[in-house]
C-alpha cells in the first residue's frame, strides 16, 4: 500500500492559518505593549466633569496618617449590594 501526502497543500493550509492569526494579534512594541491606540482606558479617564476634591484628599490622608479615619463597614457593604444589583438589572 503506498502513502501518499499533499505535503505542499498542507504547508500551504497551516502557513494560512498563521497568517490569519498573526493579522488578528495587536501590534506589539519592542516594550511587549500593545500600541497605544490598542490600550484599555477607564471611562473617567475622558469624563472629566468630575473634579478631584484635593482638599477633602488631603483631609482623608492625614486622618488615615493620625489614625482618626474610621471605616464603616456598614456603608461600604450597601455601596457594593447597590452596584451588583445595578450590574445585574442591565442584563
Given at each position: 500500500?503506498?502513502?501518499?501526502?499533499?505535503?505542499?497543500?498542507?504547508?500551504?493550509?497551516?502557513?494560512?492559518?498563521?497568517?490569519?492569526?498573526?493579522?488578528?494579534?495587536?501590534?506589539?512594541?519592542?516594550t511587549?505593549?500593545?500600541?497605544?491606540?490598542?490600550?484599555?482606558?477607564?471611562?473617567?479617564?475622558?469624563?472629566?466633569s468630575?473634579?478631584?476634591?484635593?482638599?477633602?484628599?488631603?483631609?482623608?490622608?492625614?486622618?488615615?496618617?493620625?489614625?482618626?479615619?474610621?471605616?464603616?463597614?456598614?456603608?461600604?457593604?450597601d455601596?457594593?449590594i447597590?452596584?451588583?444589583?445595578?450590574?445585574?438589572?442591565?442584563?
Amino acid at each position: 500500500m503506498k502513502i501518499t501526502t499533499n505535503y505542499t497543500a498542507n504547508t500551504q493550509a497551516a502557513d494560512a492559518k498563521a497568517n490569519v492569526r498573526k493579522a488578528a494579534e495587536p501590534e506589539v512594541a519592542k516594550t511587549g505593549a500593545p500600541e497605544s491606540s490598542a490600550r484599555w482606558q477607564p471611562s473617567s479617564a475622558a469624563d472629566t466633569s468630575h473634579d478631584i476634591d484635593t482638599a477633602r484628599v488631603d483631609a482623608i490622608k492625614e486622618a488615615i496618617r493620625d489614625g482618626r479615619f474610621e471605616v464603616d463597614a456598614s456603608k461600604i457593604a450597601d455601596g457594593l449590594i447597590s452596584s451588583a444589583q445595578e450590574l445585574l438589572s442591565e442584563k
